[in-house]
Protein backbone atom coordinates (compact mmCIF):
# COMPACT_ATOMS: atom_id res chain seq x y z
CA UNK A 1 0.00 0.00 0.00
CA UNK A 2 1.60 3.62 -0.78
CA UNK A 3 2.41 5.99 2.13
CA UNK A 4 0.38 8.81 2.40
CA UNK A 5 2.97 11.82 1.18
CA UNK A 6 4.02 13.92 4.86
CA UNK A 7 2.54 16.83 3.37
CA UNK A 8 -0.78 15.60 2.89
CA UNK A 9 -0.37 14.40 6.41
CA UNK A 10 0.38 17.79 7.67
CA UNK A 11 -2.29 19.68 6.05
CA UNK A 12 -5.33 16.60 7.79
CA UNK A 13 -3.72 17.45 10.78
CA UNK A 14 -4.23 21.17 10.26
CA UNK A 15 -7.74 20.92 8.91
CA UNK A 16 -8.45 18.65 12.06
CA UNK A 17 -7.65 21.78 14.23
CA UNK A 18 -9.52 23.84 12.47
CA UNK A 19 -12.89 22.12 12.33
CA UNK A 20 -11.86 21.35 16.30
CA UNK A 21 -11.98 25.04 16.95
CA UNK A 22 -8.42 25.23 17.83
CA UNK A 23 -7.78 27.97 15.11
CA UNK A 24 -11.02 30.15 14.29
CA UNK A 25 -11.64 32.46 11.40
CA UNK A 26 -8.98 35.46 10.88
CA UNK A 27 -6.78 33.60 13.32
CA UNK A 28 -3.24 33.42 12.44
CA UNK A 29 -1.57 29.96 12.46
CA UNK A 30 2.07 28.97 13.67
CA UNK A 31 4.59 30.10 11.65
CA UNK A 32 6.41 27.38 9.29
CA UNK A 33 9.36 27.02 11.91
CA UNK A 34 6.85 26.14 14.53
CA UNK A 35 4.98 24.10 12.63
CA UNK A 36 8.19 22.24 10.48
CA UNK A 37 9.53 21.63 14.53
CA UNK A 38 6.17 20.72 15.48
CA UNK A 39 5.90 17.72 13.05
CA UNK A 40 9.61 17.10 12.93
CA UNK A 41 10.06 18.24 8.92
CA UNK A 42 11.61 20.71 7.24
CA UNK A 43 9.64 24.41 5.84
CA UNK A 44 9.51 22.86 2.34
CA UNK A 45 6.64 20.42 3.69
CA UNK A 46 5.05 22.87 5.88
CA UNK A 47 4.71 25.39 2.73
CA UNK A 48 3.64 22.77 0.52
CA UNK A 49 0.93 21.49 3.22
CA UNK A 50 -0.25 25.50 3.63
CA UNK A 51 -0.24 25.58 -0.15
CA UNK A 52 -2.83 23.18 -0.64
CA UNK A 53 -4.94 23.98 2.35
CA UNK A 54 -5.15 27.60 0.54
CA UNK A 55 -5.84 26.23 -2.93
CA UNK A 56 -9.11 24.74 -1.00
CA UNK A 57 -9.81 28.04 0.63
CA UNK A 58 -9.29 27.01 3.86
CA UNK A 59 -6.80 29.26 4.68
CA UNK A 60 -4.61 32.22 3.29
CA UNK A 61 -1.16 33.89 3.33
CA UNK A 62 -0.72 37.50 3.92
CA UNK A 63 2.48 38.66 2.44
CA UNK A 64 4.93 39.86 5.49
CA UNK A 65 2.51 38.59 8.09
CA UNK A 66 1.69 35.03 7.71
CA UNK A 67 -0.34 32.40 7.20
CA UNK A 68 -4.33 33.19 8.47
CA UNK A 69 -7.62 30.75 8.54
CA UNK A 70 -9.85 32.32 6.03
CA UNK A 71 -12.96 34.22 7.75
CA UNK A 72 -16.66 33.63 7.00
CA UNK A 73 -17.24 36.04 4.48
CA UNK A 74 -19.75 38.98 5.45
CA UNK A 75 -23.09 39.37 3.51
CA UNK A 76 -22.74 42.48 2.36
CA UNK A 77 -26.29 44.08 0.99
CA UNK A 78 -26.16 46.53 -2.62
CA UNK A 79 -30.02 47.51 -3.33
CA UNK A 80 -31.32 51.31 -3.23
CA UNK A 81 -29.71 52.30 0.30
CA UNK A 82 -26.05 50.73 0.46
CA UNK A 83 -24.95 52.57 4.31
CA UNK A 84 -21.47 50.99 5.42
CA UNK A 85 -22.00 50.92 8.76
CA UNK A 86 -25.83 49.71 9.09
CA UNK A 87 -24.58 46.79 6.70
CA UNK A 88 -21.82 45.34 8.81
CA UNK A 89 -23.88 45.87 11.78
CA UNK A 90 -26.76 43.98 10.79
CA UNK A 91 -24.15 41.02 10.02
CA UNK A 92 -22.81 41.39 13.77
CA UNK A 93 -19.46 43.09 12.55
CA UNK A 94 -17.99 46.25 13.98
CA UNK A 95 -17.74 48.76 11.36
CA UNK A 96 -14.78 51.18 11.17
CA UNK A 97 -13.20 53.34 8.17
CA UNK A 98 -9.56 54.82 8.00
CA UNK A 99 -9.04 57.58 5.67
CA UNK A 100 -6.38 57.56 3.28
CA UNK A 101 -6.94 60.71 0.62
CA UNK A 102 -9.20 64.06 1.27
CA UNK A 103 -8.61 66.19 -1.76
CA UNK A 104 -9.76 68.73 -4.03
CA UNK A 105 -9.31 68.41 -7.78
CA UNK A 106 -10.48 68.96 -11.20
CA UNK A 107 -13.39 66.41 -12.32
CA UNK A 108 -12.48 63.72 -14.89
CA UNK A 109 -14.97 63.15 -17.68
CA UNK A 110 -16.37 60.06 -16.28
CA UNK A 111 -16.59 61.98 -13.06
CA UNK A 112 -18.21 65.07 -14.77
CA UNK A 113 -20.74 63.19 -16.59
CA UNK A 114 -21.81 60.72 -13.84
CA UNK A 115 -22.49 63.48 -11.42
CA UNK A 116 -23.71 65.97 -14.23
CA UNK A 117 -20.71 68.57 -14.18
CA UNK A 118 -18.94 70.85 -16.37
CA UNK A 119 -15.08 69.30 -16.51
CA UNK A 120 -13.67 72.65 -15.40
CA UNK A 121 -15.50 72.10 -11.72
CA UNK A 122 -13.24 70.74 -8.56
CA UNK A 123 -15.00 67.32 -7.01
CA UNK A 124 -14.03 66.44 -3.73
CA UNK A 125 -12.33 62.94 -3.14
CA UNK A 126 -12.83 60.48 -0.42
CA UNK A 127 -10.31 57.89 -0.62
CA UNK A 128 -10.27 55.53 2.15
CA UNK A 129 -10.61 51.56 3.66
CA UNK A 130 -13.69 50.13 5.11
CA UNK A 131 -12.95 47.66 8.17
CA UNK A 132 -14.91 44.80 9.80
CA UNK A 133 -13.34 43.79 13.09
CA UNK A 134 -10.55 45.59 12.24
CA UNK A 135 -10.10 43.73 9.37
CA UNK A 136 -9.49 45.56 5.95
CA UNK A 137 -12.85 44.23 3.59
CA UNK A 138 -12.45 47.16 0.87
CA UNK A 139 -10.92 50.19 -0.68
CA UNK A 140 -13.19 52.45 -1.51
CA UNK A 141 -13.05 56.23 -3.34
CA UNK A 142 -15.78 58.79 -3.34
CA UNK A 143 -16.13 61.17 -5.61
CA UNK A 144 -18.48 64.61 -4.77
CA UNK A 145 -19.39 68.37 -6.37
CA UNK A 146 -17.14 70.94 -5.09
CA UNK A 147 -19.46 73.39 -5.79
CA UNK A 148 -22.29 71.92 -4.47
CA UNK A 149 -20.79 71.08 -1.18
CA UNK A 150 -17.96 72.97 -0.37
CA UNK A 151 -17.47 71.90 3.12
CA UNK A 152 -17.62 68.01 2.92
CA UNK A 153 -14.16 67.30 2.86
CA UNK A 154 -13.68 68.52 6.71
CA UNK A 155 -16.73 66.90 7.24
CA UNK A 156 -15.81 63.49 6.66
CA UNK A 157 -12.51 64.41 8.20
CA UNK A 158 -14.53 64.52 11.23
CA UNK A 159 -17.08 61.84 10.82
CA UNK A 160 -15.46 59.39 8.41
CA UNK A 161 -19.08 58.83 7.43
CA UNK A 162 -20.83 59.66 3.98
CA UNK A 163 -24.61 59.66 5.80
CA UNK A 164 -23.20 62.00 8.31
CA UNK A 165 -21.37 64.65 6.35
CA UNK A 166 -23.96 65.10 3.57
CA UNK A 167 -26.66 65.30 6.23
CA UNK A 168 -24.71 68.37 7.31
CA UNK A 169 -25.57 69.81 4.18
CA UNK A 170 -28.68 69.32 4.19
CA UNK A 171 -28.72 65.99 2.13
CA UNK A 172 -31.33 63.66 4.82
CA UNK A 173 -31.69 60.65 2.42
CA UNK A 174 -30.18 59.37 -0.83
CA UNK A 175 -30.51 56.29 -2.68
CA UNK A 176 -28.39 53.87 -5.23
CA UNK A 177 -29.58 54.94 -9.00
CA UNK A 178 -26.94 52.63 -10.01
CA UNK A 179 -24.42 49.59 -9.47
CA UNK A 180 -21.63 48.22 -11.64
CA UNK A 181 -20.32 44.77 -10.70
CA UNK A 182 -16.47 43.36 -12.12
CA UNK A 183 -14.53 40.88 -10.42
CA UNK A 184 -10.64 42.43 -10.75
CA UNK A 185 -7.81 40.99 -9.18
CA UNK A 186 -6.11 43.04 -6.89
CA UNK A 187 -3.03 45.30 -7.70
CA UNK A 188 0.38 46.26 -5.88
CA UNK A 189 -1.29 48.82 -3.48
CA UNK A 190 -4.46 46.91 -3.30
CA UNK A 191 -3.27 44.19 -1.90
CA UNK A 192 -1.16 46.28 0.44
CA UNK A 193 -4.00 47.92 1.84
CA UNK A 194 -6.22 44.84 1.89
CA UNK A 195 -3.62 42.47 3.28
CA UNK A 196 -3.98 39.89 0.09
CA UNK A 197 -1.50 38.66 -2.43
CA UNK A 198 -1.09 40.59 -5.44
CA UNK A 199 -3.49 39.30 -8.26
CA UNK A 200 -5.85 37.98 -5.43
CA UNK A 201 -9.81 38.02 -6.62
CA UNK A 202 -11.34 41.34 -5.87
CA UNK A 203 -15.04 42.19 -6.59
CA UNK A 204 -15.17 46.10 -7.92
CA UNK A 205 -18.70 48.09 -7.87
CA UNK A 206 -19.18 51.28 -8.93
CA UNK A 207 -22.62 53.51 -7.83
CA UNK A 208 -24.19 56.37 -8.74
CA UNK A 209 -26.34 57.93 -5.37
CA UNK A 210 -28.68 60.76 -5.87
CA UNK A 211 -31.05 62.66 -3.56
CA UNK A 212 -34.69 63.06 -3.29
CA UNK A 213 -34.78 64.87 -6.36
CA UNK A 214 -33.14 62.21 -8.11
CA UNK A 215 -29.71 64.71 -8.81
CA UNK A 216 -26.64 63.08 -8.47
CA UNK A 217 -24.53 63.74 -5.38
CA UNK A 218 -21.73 60.81 -5.29
CA UNK A 219 -19.94 58.86 -7.70
CA UNK A 220 -17.93 55.72 -6.24
CA UNK A 221 -15.98 53.03 -6.14
CA UNK A 222 -15.27 49.91 -4.01
CA UNK A 223 -13.08 47.30 -4.64
CA UNK A 224 -14.06 44.70 -1.88
CA UNK A 225 -11.60 41.70 -0.91
CA UNK A 226 -13.14 38.72 -2.33
CA UNK A 227 -12.56 36.09 -0.22
CA UNK A 228 -14.29 38.02 2.52
CA UNK A 229 -17.51 39.89 1.57
CA UNK A 230 -20.26 38.28 -0.12
CA UNK A 231 -21.91 40.86 -1.93
CA UNK A 232 -25.80 40.00 -2.28
CA UNK A 233 -28.03 42.45 -4.69
CA UNK A 234 -31.34 43.32 -3.40
CA UNK A 235 -33.97 45.21 -6.33
CA UNK A 236 -32.97 48.75 -7.21
Known amino acids: MPRTAIWTSIASALTSDIAEGRYGPGDKLPTEAALAARFGVNRHTVRRALGAMAESGLVHARRGSGVFVAQTPTDYPIGRRVR ?13 KTILTLETRAADEREGKALHIELTQQVHVYEGLSLADDTPIAVFRSVFSAKRFPGLLQDLDQTKSVTAALQRHGINDYTRASTRLTAKQANATQALHLRICEGAPILRTVGINVDEDGTPIEYGHTWFAGERVTLTVDDL
Open 84 to 96: FHQNLAAAGRTPA
